[in-house]
């Protein structure tokens, strides 16, 4: 039962495809039987950034690679306690964090008609930073949610991987596909950066109902990138894990990983 209320409760929150936080914890990794540490991390622009650091369980082994969870626009990092725990049970180092704004994270005035905000992408590089001085000789990448996988490709740190799900890296292409096929108006920051390509390994989950972050976006980013490996499923917005079976969803990401 409680997964069932989990699984209903975090796919109403993906779908809200606006920025709405949550800022109280619906779950821990407690509630999963996985433990943690939580800690703060300070921004250079002076926001405190509420983190989770997962910890491996002592009966597998742990793998070289340390994955950094990166929200979708809603929600917080509670919503996505059991999508992580298949790769923490796998023996990766996972770690997830709230934007300012959501969860335990600084207060951050937040307009919830905007699709998401640039201050996000200095969240994720602390988090980055601190990581990589945490975990110096470990592979590092990012596994995006929705606005997370934009989110993503604004980091102007370096990592060695990035797996992907609801993926764009225009933020106009959504904005219109919002107004046409859910007859929404979002708005945007001033500036916006189109990110045309990748060059590092990158794989990404796009479900074929979804008329939001569409296939064809993810289509074209592959096509224009040399590294980078496109899985679709017969699913909307954010559904991979759930309506994909879901052993073909993990084996992939671990296939992925392993080829690294």
Known sequence: MK?????????????????????????????FGLTYQEYQLVTPDGFSINVWEYTVPD?????????????????????????????????????SFDYRGFGHSNDFEINKDFLYYNEFA??????????????????????GMSMGTYISLLSRENVDFCIAEAFFNDPHKVVNNLKINKSKEVLLPAQVEIVEASSIPTLIFCGTKDLVTSCDIADQFEENSKRVQSIKFEGDHMAGRITMPEGDYYNSIFEFLERL
Request: proline share 5%; glycine share 4%.
């Open 3 to 31: 997964y069932i209320a989990f699984v209903i409760t975090s796919l109403i929150s993906l779908n809200s495809l606006a920025i709405n936080p949550d800022r109280n914890y619906e779950w821990t990794p407690e509630t």
């Open 59 to 95: 009966s597998v082994n742990k793998k070289e690679e340390v994955i950094i969870a990166v929200g979708p626009d809603a929600g917080n990092m509670s919503y996505s306690v059991y999508q992580l725990k298949a790769l923490v049970e796998r023996g990766y180092k996972v770690i």
């Open 122 to 143: 200095i969240d994720l590089d602390t988090v980055i930073k601190a990581t990589k001085a945490k975990f110096p000789e470990s592979k590092l990448g990012l596994y």
